[in-house]
């Protein structure tokens, strides 16, 4: 039975990292792009967990969503872009989202990776990027968030973080908890009111500097968690892990400036609204864009069964909208 039940884990971490390896990999999503019916076909499963690729289907989205009482985080998908003026474009479209969030009176949040903006290029683009859009978030009142990504830039986008947080205090910064190094950021980063979003961590990344998926990397959450709640900061929970939900929800949120739960949009829709049915306050992570195929590779590669999703919505299609998912059976 041991074996059995090793071998069945293995497969799992083994499908895992093949996603991961395939979502890398440019040559195939050169073919992706360049065969139609195989595009059409991936997007379909893609429209689970992506908005569209247009910054108007994210807008709707958020809207309904922000009527039926979530919070909403848009982030236009993209990273490790290496030309400046790729980089001076995404910045100019995370400006645009700024500006009609705020036009629209929805609010919300803005995320982003700095690699998308600049960091591959030049780390003084993408402060420069970050500070402009630092000035429109405070403008509009719009929170501004600089989501974590792989270990290796961890250093740079933590001090492109303190420069702009220090001018511009709706910037909040992501941490994550499989890091062996986080909990010395932490430390030294969360004071009140700073804005932290705390996920556990989506890299591939080696033993000696991250933890797997594990009870221990559980225990570092919560860990982090209960600091961030000494500190007053204001806090985001990003995990679908109901275990782990569970567990959070059992401690006090006071002294914390605010917490709530952060949920992918596509992933576990009824849990949301279980959460929010017993007044827990949910922000909704949605995403809209065109390189969603490497975002898509993430949620199969995250939870390998989602793969057997993802092959129901190429051969049938979706009944309804996901959105559709959130609907609250009463008002808040």
């Not at 807008?59 to 490790?80: D, K, P, R, T």
């Not at 003026?85 to 009176?105: I, S, W």
């Not at 600091?227 to 892990?241: F, K, M, N, Q």
Request: aromatic share 8%.
């Amino acid at each position: 039975m041991k074996n059995t039940i090793n071998r069945e884990q293995q497969l799992a971490i083994d499908a895992a990292t093949a996603l991961k390896a395939i979502a890398r990999r440019p040559d195939i999503k050169m073919q992706v792009e360049h065969q139609p019916q195989l595009y059409a076909l991936l997007q379909r499963a893609a429209a689970r967990y992506v908005t569209g690729e247009q910054r108007a289907n994210a807008l709707e989205v958020a809207e309904l969503l922000h009527g039926e009482g979530y919070a909403v985080s848009l982030e236009y998908i993209g990273e490790n872009t290496v030309s400046r003026a790729d980089c001076q474009q995404a910045a100019a479209e995370l400006m645009g989202v700024l500006t009609d969030l705020g036009e629209q009176g929805i609010g919300g949040r803005v995320s982003f990776d700095l690699s998308h903006i600049g960091l591959l290029v030049d780390n003084e683009l993408a402060l420069q990027h970050v500070l402009q859009l630092g000035e429109l978030s405070q403008m509009y009142g719009i929170e501004l968030f600089i989501s974590m990504e792989e270990s290796a830039k961890t250093a740079a986008i933590l001090a492109i973080y303190r420069q702009a947080v220090a001018l511009y205090p709706l910037i909040g910064i992501t941490l994550q908890a499989h890091l062996h190094r986080t909990w010395e950021d932490a430390s030294r980063l969360l004071a009140q009111d700073i804005r932290v979003r705390f996920v556990k961590g989506a890299y591939e990344e080696p033993d000696t500097l991250a933890l797997s998926r594990s009870a221990e990397l559980d225990d570092r959450y919560v860990q982090l968690f209960e600091l961030a709640v000494e500190r007053g900061c204001r806090i985001s929970l990003a995990t679908y892990d109901e275990l782990l939900i569970d567990r959070l929800l059992l401690y006090s949120w006071e002294g914390a400036a605010s917490v709530e739960l952060e949920l992918l949009y596509g992933i576990r829709p009824e849990l949301a609204v279980q959460l929010r049915e017993q007044s827990y306050p949910v922000r909704v992570y949605l995403t809209y864009g065109q390189e969603w195929y490497l975002y898509l590779c993430h949620r199969i590669a995250e939870y390998p069964p989602n793969l057997y999703q993802a092959l129901i919505d190429v051969v049938g299609g979706q009944e309804q909208a996901p959105v559709m998912q959130y609907r609250l059976m009463k008002p808040h």
